[in-house]
Structures are given as structure tokens and as C-alpha cells.
């Protein structure tokens, strides 16, 4: 099974392009969706949280609060502590959820992550794949999608890594300015030569 790791910043098409990978059998797991998982189903988590974020962190039904603590992490700028608490505790997840994919037969395994590279490249990946885009082309593409408005998705990208400059730790640079045909084409393009390399 060949492993692979996908990042970017935000609106850079990171999800866009997973998609396509999983319509051709890949399989993908998305780090946020596991660690808003986690955030649920991990009693030590949930603690934490509730310690270091105020009991607002989860609604009465048990669910996560994901607008108060969304709203904590950025606008307070506390978005460090948010990612100490559960980022430490995914990578043994994402093991696990691995192991079962390559179980199950997949022949493509991908893990999306925008802090991939946060730590240098990961040792397990076969291919580190990094998408960029222009800035006024991820905050269109994010205001689109989210219905913010540009500040907070500025915001946003400011308390992230300047992934221009990560562009040596990665196997693969897709430059997704273009449509979302154009990306497809290239998605395509790349995980036929994966499958084949």
C-alpha cells in the first residue's frame, strides 16, 4: 500500500483534491475529521478540554462545541494550546486506522493534514504532496465555501506555517490556481504515477 500525505494551507484545495484521490479507491483519512473524533470519544481529551477551555467546550447532549472553541482558539489566540491538547495523541490513531486500510486491501492510502509538515516530513510517508495557491485565490475559495468574511479567513492563514517555504520537504507541488477540471487532471495524473511508480 502506498502511503501518502497531502497539505497545504487553507483554501489551497487540500480536501478538493483527496476527493478525487478517493474516487479513484483511495483510501483517506483527514486529520481534522479525527481529531474533532477524538475530541469526542477520547475521555482524556475531553477532560482536558473541559480543563483548559471552560465546560463550554461541549454542548449538553455530549457534542462538541465546535463555534465556542473555534472562536477560543483564534480569536483568543490560543490555538497552540488547542493542538497541544489533541494533535500529540493522532498519530497512533491514524496508525491504527492505516493498518486497517492496508488490511482491507486498499492500494492507496492518504492522510490529509495542514500541520504535516510541522515537525519536518513525516518518516511513514511514501509521497508528501503540497498544494499552493495564490492568497486571494484561497480567501475567494474560503469565504465561498465557509460564508465568513475575508479578516477571519486572513485571520486564519496568518496562524498558519508559510507552506511557499516547505516546498523542499515535499515529494510532489501542485500549483492549484485553476479550475477544479484542471486540478482533477493533475490529481489523476498523480496518483497514476504513484500506483505505477
Do not use: W
Not at 489533541?86 to 486497517?100: D, F, G, L, N
Amino acid at each position: 500500500m502506498v502511503k501518502v500525505g497531502v497539505t497545504g494551507g487553507i483554501g489551497s484545495g487540500k480536501t478538493a483534491f483527496c476527493d478525487i484521490f478517493q474516487n479513484h479507491g483511495a483510501y483517506v483519512l483527514n486529520a481534522d475529521d479525527l481529531a474533532k473524533k477524538m475530541m469526542v470519544e477520547d475521555p482524556a481529551i475531553k477532560k482536558e478540554l473541559v480543563e483548559t477551555f471552560g465546560s463550554d467546550s461541549y454542548k449538553e447532549d455530549g457534542s462538541l462545541n465546535r463555534e465556542y472553541l473555534a472562536e477560543q482558539a483564534f480569536k483568543n489566540e490560543r490555538v497552540e494550546e488547542l493542538n497541544r491538547i489533541v494533535h500529540p495523541r493522532i498519530p497512533s490513531t491514524a496508525e491504527k486506522v492505516m493498518q486497517k486500510a492496508e488490511r482491507e486491501g486498499y492500494e492507496v492510502f492518504v492522510y490529509e493534514a495542514a500541520l504535516l509538515l510541522q515537525n519536518l516530513r513525516p518518516e511513514h510517508l511514501d509521497y508528501v504532496i503540497l498544494l499552493l495557491a495564490d492568497e486571494d485565490k484561497r480567501i475567494q475559495r474560503v469565504q465561498e465555501r465557509d460564508s465568513v468574511n475575508k479578516e477571519l479567513v486572513v485571520d486564519r492563514m496568518q496562524q498558519q506555517q508559510n507552506f511557499e517555504e516547505l516546498t523542499h520537504l515535499a515529494d510532489i507541488v501542485i500549483e492549484n490556481n485553476g479550475t477544479l477540471e484542471e486540478l482533477e487532471e493533475k490529481a489523476e495524473r498523480v496518483y497514476y504515477d504513484i500506483l505505477t511508480g
